[in-house]
């Protein structure tokens, strides 16, 4: 019988590497980034062409290599910080494997200039699939600059299944956020298509936080610090106020290497306790100093996960930690005792209007200064009310407290789905569920599910017609947004406008809105953009149509939420309109919008 097993040839087995540690482009900016880093920048320079399929180019001022030294990095394990088993357990630097670059060469065209200060000429060298096509010297500030052009070339199967181009930005992005977080002793710019998306001086942690995440971060930012023999824990939480929806948000760095532990993050997340609510998830920007003995990083290929020899009382010191800091500064929840249901004060979330905020005042404080603002509110109220009715329904008190959206009209339609019983009154449980009687038994309605529903087919009916009702505002709009946020704004603003948004870009990252949506009238339009855009970037993986991401992030955005107390005409409302909707029965994220219960179930159950 003849011999079967045979050695794969260096560049299939290059390739094969390069299918762990080489997902998307995004894999390649952390990697080059990271060997920048170790290198001992004190600036670094990314820049992308066409979300770095075209090109991924890093440009940084450290050490450099000779050209030995050159030639050796894109050799398989090939690594200048490992010298024997014992080294595994006391490394700092990001990248040791030795598979990044020689992966990289397997499957792009690489280009490579290189110095160090100690030599006159630099190293300039071309490989093309793990073949060496050029080597040679040029003249060169001392530094490395690195260039990936046509990533996936020769594999056309996994250049085919990378995503649009928003999407792999998006990935980009956030690989730069992390070594940038992690590092804010070295200055970073980000460049796409000759576009500065990111301009990031050196500084404090504080400072690199507010230039990633925009100056309105600033004022919502909690430091935590602690040192012990074990370890030394220094960052940002955020106030409870800008809690998210999702975990996007959410930077642990282990000497100052991003890592990923569902277990600490529980940990931070449980010492916010009740200021934020359960699907709610906390901003932070972290970093644990610990004994590289103690921990081993070396048990996944992109190293994002690892293993702690003190797990259990690192996840206590964590907790306690951010438990120390909230109190210190007295970040705590506003509370209301005229009220009992726990949703009706939700205390990171501020969307009241003028008007609610006084009738609130004026209910539950009875000091001379409230008596003075709620009367200078009224005269104010009196005021719009002589301008005209269109001004007098910004501080209409009996119009704030109905909900901003097709609640506040009857449905042109009848439901054919379900048989309502309509001399039955529909009543509120837990200000998160209607329950509504039927022929056959009742319905159980999920409020926010079913208003996303309700809300998402409007808005796309308003982006089908083009004749959606504007709202023009009495005082503009003002939004100050980060570098991320206003390049989705860009992307969406056409499709926006045709819902009857009058917004326009204002120069940088500012942009004005003149004129809203009639549905929205009463909604928090700042924050709904905001959600908007986060919502829109988290659809973006679904590679929807832009018309449905964005009817979808805005139905999500600006519907209402659970915990909203409703009247009986705005419950009729709801069901009247949920049942017009051509798919009833689910919310635009797949979830039920209603469960039904027949009698003879019920009866079972006695």
Not at 47 to 64: A, E, H, N, P, R
Not at 96 to 115: D, N, P, Q, W, Y
Not at 228 to 244: L, N, Q, R, S, V
Not at 546 to 552: S, T, Y
Request: a negative charge; proline letters at 4%; aromatic letters at 8%.
């Amino acid at each position: 019988m003849a011999d079967i097993i045979q050695l794969l040839p260096e560049s299939i087995a290059n390739q094969i590497a390069a299918g762990e540690v080489i997902q998307r482009p995004a894999s390649v900016v952390k990697e080059l980034l990271e060997n920048a880093v170790d290198a001992g920048s004190t600036f670094i320079q990314l820049v992308i062409k066409d979300s770095g399929k075209t090109l991924i180019q890093v440009v940084d001022d450290g050490k450099g290599m000779s050209e030995t030294d050159a030639r050796m990095s894109f050799e398989r394990h090939a690594t200048s910080k490992i010298r024997e088993a014992n080294d595994l357990f006391s490394i700092k630097t990001m990248g040791f494997r030795g598979e990044a670059l020689a992966s990289i060469a397997s499957i792009a065209h690489v280009e490579m200039k290189t110095k160090p200060e100690n030599q006159e000429m630099g190293t300039h060298l071309v490989i093309h699939g793990s073949v060496l096509k050029k080597q040679n010297v040029c003249p060169l500030n001392k530094g490395t600059t690195i260039s990936i052009k046509n990533l996936f070339y020769n594999v056309p199967a996994r250049r085919k299944f990378l995503k649009s181009d928003p999407v792999e930005l998006r990935h980009i992005v956030e690989e730069f956020k992390r070594v940038a977080l992690a590092n804010p002793e070295t200055s970073f710019t980000m460049v796409h298509n000759e576009m500065e998306v990111f301009h990031l001086n050196h500084g404090g942690m504080r400072k690199r936080i507010v230039g990633v995440f925009g100056k309105n971060f600033n004022e919502m930012l909690v430091p935590v610090e602690e040192n012990t023999d074990i370890i030394k824990i220094k960052g940002y939480i955020g106030k409870p106020e800008i809690a998210k929806k999702n975990k996007k948000d959410q930077y642990l760095f282990v000497n100052h290497r991003f890592v990923k532990s569902n277990y600490l993050n529980h940990a931070i997340k449980l010492a916010f306790g009740d200021l934020i609510q359960k699907e709610d998830y906390p901003f932070y920007v972290i970093n644990l100093d610990i004994d590289p003995a103690k921990i081993d990083i070396n048990i996944h290929p992109t190293k994002t996960e690892i293993k702690f020899e003190e797990e259990r009382l690192i996840y206590q010191y964590l907790k306690v930690t951010t438990q120390h800091a909230l109190g210190k500064y007295n970040v705590v929840p506003t509370l209301d005792f005229q009220t009992t249901d726990r949703f009706n004060n939700i205390p990171h979330r501020n969307t009241s209007t003028p008007s609610q905020s006084a009738q609130t005042f004026k209910s539950n404080v009875n000091s001379e200064s409230s008596k003075k603002d709620a009367q200078e509110i009224n005269e104010w109220s009196q005021l719009y009310n002589e301008m005209g009715q269109e001004a007098s329904n910004l501080y209409d008190e009996q119009q704030m407290l109905r909900i901003p959206s097709s609640l506040d009209k009857p449905s042109p339609r009848r439901s054919r789905n379900v048989d309502i019983l309509e001399t039955k009154k529909p009543y509120q449980i837990h200000n998160t569920f209607i329950i509504s009687p039927i022929k056959s038994g009742y319905i159980t309605i999920h409020q926010q599910h079913a208003h996303e529903r309700i809300l998402y087919e409007q808005y796309l009916e308003a982006l089908d017609s083009q004749d959606a009702t504007i709202q023009k505002q009495l005082f503009p709009i003002n939004l100050h947004l980060n570098h991320e946020q206003t390049e989705t704004m860009m992307l969406i603003i056409p499709t926006i406008q045709k819902m009857g948004f009058e917004i326009e870009h204002f120069g940088d990252h500012n942009f004005i809105i003149n004129g809203i949506p009639a549905l929205m009238q009463q909604v928090d339009i700042s924050s709904m953009i905001n959600e908007l855009i986060e919502q829109y970037q988290a659809n973006i993986e679904l590679e929807l149509g832009i018309h449905e991401n964005v009817a979808r992030s805005i139905a999500k955005s600006s519907c209402i939420k659970r915990g909203k107390p409703l009247t009986s005409e705005e419950m009729n409302s709801l069901i009247s309109d949920l049942f017009s909707c051509e798919i009833p029965f689910i919310s635009p994220g797949g979830k039920k919008c209603f469960i039904e219960v027949e009698l003879n179930e019920l009866e079972k159950q006695f």
